[in-house]
């Protein structure tokens, strides 16, 4: 494991948002959904590719807050640009579970 400095960690901007729409994205080359996330009034409304088939469907999605990196350039995923990273949690058999706040959180707040 690699240590980086508490300054290396304050360059990545988490920050909390909630999925307003989720759709299958079949030219994904894993099984992936397509993501529209409100930051809220700040960074608004911002697009990202997820790995997260495995323990979710696009129904159970909407409404529900996340965390992502915001200040990733932005990554084109078949058809679709990419803009935020959502975070999640790798399991040793390769699904991802969401990292999510434990109680409403005001959209846009970042972790520090």
């Known amino acids: 494991m690699d240590l980086i400095d508490y300054s290396d960690f304050e360059k990545v901007q988490i920050c909390v948002g909630k999925i307003i ?7 994904a080359r894993k099984p992936a959904y397509k993501l529209w996330i409100d ?7 911002k697009k990202s590719s997820a790995q997260i088939t495995h323990f979710y469907n696009p129904v ?5 807050q996340i ?16 803009e935020v990273l959502v975070l999640g949690v790798v399991l040793p058999s390769q699904e991802v579970a969401l990292i999510q706040p434990d109680r409403d959180i005001p959209l846009g707040l970042r972790v520090l």
Not at 21 to 27: G, V
Not at 60 to 64: A, G, P, Q
Request: charged share 30%.
């Open 21 to 27: 729409k989720a759709e299958d994205f079949p030219k």
């Open 39 to 45: 930051f809220g009034d700040e960074l608004g409304i």
């Open 60 to 64: 159970d999605l909407i409404d529900r």
């Open 67 to 82: 965390l992502a990196v915001v200040n990733f350039p932005p990554r084109q995923i078949a058809d679709f640009l990419s």
